[in-house]
């Protein structure tokens, strides 16, 4: 092969390989398709964001504590969708973590750390396309599942666990842009509530009193990435 035949190959490869990319950026999912032939997507999405816990007394165990709030979150879930219709399912897994000072008026600051667990199957509910762009679509999500919250507090000498272990409701509200046909990025709001019941004594020598209920309600707000396959 001359040099010409060479330079020659080498350039309708790079046309090929610019035009593969180009087409992989220029593709639709493809339940995003009227006349898709694939009749099933599943989609996983990976979000990271914050929690804002507006119920009286925040997420903290103990009565009189101040508010503890906020905190960080992350969720994964993972949805089918038919093409033929808006409706889809899936799974859901929501974790959420806070430490903070615990400060009373008769007793010294210590540290109390609280982790919730949430795990629920969805009912989800697709609008494919926007007036905006064919590429934007927004996506409802809705379940009832198990929910566990375990707050730990240091105390001189010994640790105190406060743990629920019960129901938890979640509905969430997404706007997603899809790039090519199999990635995309997901901006999602939403709600988590728990009736949180608590057993214990508490600490009473010291005047720190368990709360009895938590009734948890708490605001989401999260960034991530979507897989298409």
């Known amino acids: 092969m001359d040099r010409n035949s060479k330079v020659n190959l080498r350039v309708v490869c790079s046309l090929l390989f610019c035009f593969l990319c180009l087409w992989t950026v220029s593709a639709q999912p493809t339940f995003l398709k009227t006349d898709s032939i694939v009749r099933h997507t599943t989609i996983f999405h990976a979000n990271v964001g914050y929690g804002y816990a507006v119920n009286a007394g925040g997420t903290s165990a103990w009565q009189g504590v101040d508010d503890h709030n906020t905190g960080w979150l992350y969720n994964l879930r993972w949805s089918c969708f038919s093409n033929t219709s808006s409706w889809g399912y899936g799974v859901y897994l929501f974790g959420f973590t806070d430490k903070d000072d615990c400060s009373f008026a008769v007793s010294e600051k210590t540290d109390e750390r609280m982790q ?36 730990r507090t240091d105390f001189p000498g010994n640790e105190y666990h406060a743990k629920y272990n019960g129901v938890g409701v979640n509905l969430d509200v997404a706007l997603e842009y899809a790039f090519n046909a199999h990635w995309g990025a997901k901006l999602e ?41």
């Open 116 to 151: 919730l667990c949430y795990v629920a199957p969805q009912f989800s509910y697709i609008k494919k396309g926007t007036d905006f762009s064919d590429r934007l679509f927004s996506v409802v999500d809705f379940g009832v599942g198990y929910l566990r919250y375990d707050s």
């Open 189 to 229: 709001a939403g709600g988590l509530f728990s009736p949180i019941r608590l057993n214990g004594e508490g600490r009473p020598d010291i005047g720190w009193q368990l709360r009895s209920n938590v009734n948890l309600l708490m605001l989401t707000l999260g960034i991530g990435i979507s897989c298409y396959l």
